[in-house]
């Protein structure tokens, strides 16, 4: 039973450490613009998603490799394509990231436009 917890613990440090390496190469920050004509630029505080807030690569780049994360646009175009299984780059921010941000237990993540589309 204790090489069992202990092989256990190695593993969980193994992951935990895997991924902090990975975030530790994100970029600070992302300028998300050229999907809306009406909003301002999204500025995406990337860095401190995966660092501060301890969310997962793969949470997001949902079908890459560890390591070899692509944008979000390499998948999900501006405009809907005629791929049905692909959703508009837009309707994924907006699901993603609203439906992430209502679940905040501190309610300080932006829920409303003006919130990540300021003025």
């Known amino acids: 039973m204790k090489k069992f917890a202990m092989l256990m613990a190695v ?5 935990f450490s895997a991924s902090v390496i990975v975030a530790a190469d994100a970029p600070e920050s992302i300028t998300i613009k050229n999907v809306q004509k009406t909003k301002a630029p999204v500025v995406f505080p990337h860095k401190a998603h995966a660092e501060k807030l301890g969310i997962k690569c793969a949470e997001c780049h949902h079908k890459d490799a ?22 508009s780059f837009k309707e994924v921010m907006h699901t993603k990231c609203k439906g992430c941000h209502s679940k905040d237990a501190t309610k300080k993540a932006p829920t409303k436009c003006d919130g990540c589309h300021p003025k």
């Open 66 to 87: 560890a390591g070899k994360e692509q944008k979000c646009s390499g998948c999900h175009k501006a405009q809907m394509e005629k791929e049905k299984e692909k959703e």
């Open 11 to 15: 593993v969980m440090v193994a992951v």
